[in-house]
């Protein structure tokens, strides 16, 4: 596995807001720190504001204006996942996944992956060596999570196009050496690029791991991982698949490499 390049890191400013350490392109710190003075956390500041559309992960992502910085930014909450998330629930040890994050998404982004600049990160503490999180990112919109597109509920985008678009991300991260090991229906972002042509965009990007290898061995633990993600959503929707679409669906993002 190779380390995360971090040649293009941007200088994020740090600072201390009552007790919160937040650390934020610079452009937006004093703005943010203004929010930390006058709300609990930057994701009670979010949740106060009016909501364009909800967005739903593994909690609900509020979309927040900055107007005198111009930004409108999606924040969310960061909560462990997995079968030890009842116990850990929303507690992570010192430093928490936000700075592997911030680096993962500037080395994605270099490498040319697709994912939502992150803005911002504040931690909070929890107890000895443990913060609470919450991570800015900038909001994408007019988009819809590839779950949603598979349930019929994404207006404005065809499900043929999301699929090329998702067949393409899946081969952009084969042949860059990205491992996505929570790869998910969620986290993939169809998003319309503005010559009516769509872009999959990667999402949850403080796991992915960067390696090296052949492009086919990443792309069957990718794909792989997405098939298990599909087959879930569908059973818990209530919804028939069809595992010959799935089959061939599988086949194709294989195809794509030589």
């Not at 992960?57 to 924040?75: F, H, I, K, S």
């Not at 991300?169 to 090991?181: F, K, N, Q, S």
């Not at 061939?248 to 993002?253: D, E, K, P, V, W």
């Amino acid at each position: 596995m190779t380390a995360i390049d971090d040649s293009t890191a941007v200088p994020f400013r740090s600072g201390v807001v009552r007790g919160t350490t937040l650390v934020a392109l610079p452009a937006l710190h004093d703005a943010l720190s203004q929010r930390l003075h006058a709300h609990e956390s930057l994701y009670t500041w979010a949740e106060s504001e009016p909501q364009p559309r909800a967005l739903q992960g593994r909690a609900v992502v509020y979309v927040a204006e900055l107007p005198e910085c111009d930004t409108t930014m999606a924040v969310r909450h960061a909560w462990h996942g997995g079968v030890f998330a009842p116990l850990t629930g929303d507690r992570f040890l010192v430093p928490t996944r936000a700075p592997r994050e911030a680096a993962a998404s500037l080395t994605l982004r270099a490498r040319g992956i697709d994912t939502p600049e992150l803005l911002a990160y504040a931690l909070y503490p929890a107890g000895p060596g443990l913060r609470r999180v919450d991570v800015c990112t900038r909001f994408v919109p007019d988009s819809w999570d590839f779950g949603a597109v598979l349930a019929g509920l994404a207006p404005g985008i065809a499900r043929g196009a999301a699929e090329r678009a998702v067949l393409d991300l899946l081969a952009r991260l084969a042949r860059t050496g990205v491992v996505h090991p929570d790869l998910n229906v969620k986290n993939i972002l169809l998003v319309p690029d503005g010559g009516g042509a769509l872009r999959a965009w990667l999402l949850d990007v403080d796991v992915v791991q960067f390696r090296s290898g052949p492009p086919h061995s990443h792309m069957h633990r990718n794909v792989g991982r997405l098939a298990r993600s599909i087959r879930k959503w569908y059973r818990r929707h209530e919804l028939p698949i069809d595992e010959a679409w799935l089959t061939g669906f599988a086949a194709s993002a294989l195809g794509t490499l030589p």
